[in-house]
């Protein structure tokens, strides 16, 4: 059985003002380097067979400075394509679209949550089918959520009781036969 460690990435300037970042590739903030660099002491490469992280420079940058730089390039595991709404906060957006909420109403020119789910579904096959005892994914937001929601096999809309903050490391794995959250952002 594989134990799942989930990275969500460092702050970005996007990420600290709420703004959605999905394609838009950020680097990480001051603040967001040292919070990576804080995780090296967390997190040993050694422990992992699988090391996977999203394509976009702010999970890559968390990932080096975290210590993780024989890591593999996974595109599923990039953030939810907002679309219409990139670089836009959710106030902005219930602005436009009264009462908005990603788990429910998507992306308009995005993706659907369909899409993600078939994305994180295809990563959390390749976790369980590696073999290893221990893999880790550096990825993103909403993206992360997502991937827990497919481990857990729980409907989309309960990605909204799961919030992730910047530089946390979550663990998936299984609980005697059941798929369970062992840790959640730490």
Request: hydrophobic share 35%.
């Amino acid at each position: 059985m594989t134990d799942l460690y989930l990275v969500r990435h460092g702050e970005t300037e996007w990420s600290k003002s709420g703004r959605h970042t999905s394609v838009t590739d950020l680097d990480l903030t001051d603040n967001g380097v040292e919070q990576a660099q804080r995780l090296h002491s967390r997190l040993d490469p050694a422990d992992f067979g699988l090391i996977l992280c999203s394509p976009r420079l702010r999970a890559q940058h968390t990932a080096r400075l975290a210590g993780f730089g024989n890591f593999e390039v996974e595109e599923d595991l990039a953030e939810w394509n907002y679309g219409d709404y990139e670089g836009m906060t959710s106030v902005e957006i219930r602005k436009q679209h009264e009462g908005w909420r990603i788990w429910f109403n998507g992306c308009p020119g995005g993706e659907t949550a369909e899409h993600i789910r078939e994305r994180m579904t295809r990563v959390v096959k390749r976790v369980r089918d590696s073999g290893v005892d221990k893999a880790i994914c550096f990825a993103h937001g909403h993206s992360i959520r997502t991937l827990a929601l497919c481990w857990l096999d729980f409907p989309i809309i309960f990605g909204q009781s799961f919030p992730l903050n910047v530089a946390t490391v979550s663990v998936l794995g299984k609980e005697k036969e059941s798929w369970a959250v062992l840790r959640w952002n730490s």
